[in-house]
């Protein structure tokens, strides 16, 4: 069985410019996440998916950042525009439904110059 | 809200060293308790989880941890330690019942040296 997936696996822009983040979680998984770490600190949540429903987006920083998951299967992060301090390993994470146990995927790391 | 403490940041072991890495969170309600490892280059995987039942929980490659309600803690722990456990360790708390979010700890760095 495939793991979560997460494209690209680096990303470095300039400060202004756009950039989407992919996740496709394991099949079948109805919840999605997405967490950030920013260097040397805790890896924090920034929203959660159910099937195409966003259940929980309390950990978004700002309207910069935009997530869908159009049909329930794979989720995209957008921010616009990057700022320095979105710097950071974006993970995504998805689990079956009516369970709290998380499987992750091996992160994008952005780089915004 | 609840938040996670991991109080070393950096530890240090020679192989065979017994490792207990503490976790202490800050909810009073039901939670479920997660240690996750990335090793390097990997993913984020999941060590052990508690959620209900035997507070002393066994995972993978010999791991346990031990949730102790009236300290709100969850430390993991291994007898003996081997070069292949140089990973960083997250200890994680999620609300029981919810398929909710999972606050981190900040984790702890591992180095085994042979």
């Known amino acids: 069985e495939a793991g979560v997936t997460q494209f690209p696996s680096h990303s470095v822009i300039e400060k202004g410019q756009t950039v989407t983040l992919r996740c496709d979680p394991i099949?079948?998984?109805?919840?999605l996440y997405w967490y950030r770490r920013v260097m040397g600190k805790e890896i924090k949540f920034l929203l959660h998916?159910?099937?195409?429903?966003?259940?929980?987006e309390s950990g978004m920083p700002n309207n910069r950042f935009l997530a869908e998951r159009t049909g329930g299967t794979y989720s995209t992060l957008k921010v616009q525009p990057a700022e320095l301090e979105d710097s950071g390993v974006y993970f995504c994470?998805?689990?079956?439904?009516?369970?709290?146990?998380?499987?992750f995927g091996p992160g994008t790391r952005l780089t915004v110059l | 809200a609840q938040s996670v403490s991991q109080h070393n940041h950096h530890v240090i072991l020679s192989e065979a060293a017994s490792l207990e890495l503490g976790c202490n969170y800050s909810?009073?309600?039901?939670?479920?308790l997660f240690w996750y490892v990335q090793y390097p280059g990997q993913h984020l995987q999941l060590l052990l989880k508690?959620?209900?039942?035997?507070?002393l929980v066994k995972g993978i490659k010999g791991f346990e941890a031990e949730f102790i309600k009236s300290k709100f803690s969850f430390n993991l722990r291994k007898p003996s330690v081997q070069w292949s456990d140089t990973a960083e360790y997250f200890c994680?708390?999620?609300?029981?019942?919810?398929?909710?979010?999972?606050?981190f700890g900040t984790g702890t760095k591992l180095q085994v040296i042979p």
């Open positions: 994470a998805s689990g079956p439904a009516s369970t709290d146990t998380q499987y």
């Open positions: 099949s079948g998984h109805d919840n």
């Open positions: 998916f159910v099937k195409e429903s966003k259940q929980d």
């Open positions: 909810y009073g309600g039901t939670v479920n």
């Open positions: 508690y959620f209900s039942g035997d507070p």
């Open positions: 994680a708390v999620g609300y029981s019942g919810g398929y909710q979010k999972v606050t």
